[in-house]
Nanobody
């Protein structure tokens, strides 16, 4: 069993930066994949970024590539999502997730946090 807890969301202005954090507790295996997803009102949950718990391989959605960075600190059991140049279309609830498949769909992930709201004003 893995539990996830996101933090760091808030209300920012367009062009601002924000760092989201995800605390991971429970039994963590080296083959885990850590992902960030987001869901805007009336839209489906969409992939943002992912990273392997072991190693530095990352992957980003085209919509955030170049202005977003995912990282993790295994010593603290934390995963981070640094977002720069935020735009109103980035407004969503952001979720941290854990799975064993290197995938971009919600069904690839087994454990989810409660989410943290990010609102970007224009």
């Amino acid at each position: 069993q893995v539990e996830l807890a996101e933090s760091g969301g808030g209300l920012v202005q367009a062009g601002d930066s924000l760092r989201l954090s995800c605390g991971v507790s429970g039994r963590i295996f080296s083959n885990y994949v850590m992902g960030w997803f987001r869901q805007a009102p009336g839209k489906e949950r969409e992939f943002v970024a992912r990273i392997k718990w072991s190693g530095d391989i990352t992957y980003y959605a085209e919509s955030v590539k170049g202005r977003t960075s995912i990282s993790r600190d295994n010593t603290k059991n934390m995963v981070y999502l640094q977002m720069n140049s935020l735009q109103p279309e980035d407004t969503a609830v952001y979720y941290c997730a854990v799975g064993t498949l290197w995938g971009a769909y919600p069904q690839h992930y087994n454990y989810w946090g409660q989410g943290t709201q990010v609102t970007v004003s224009s």
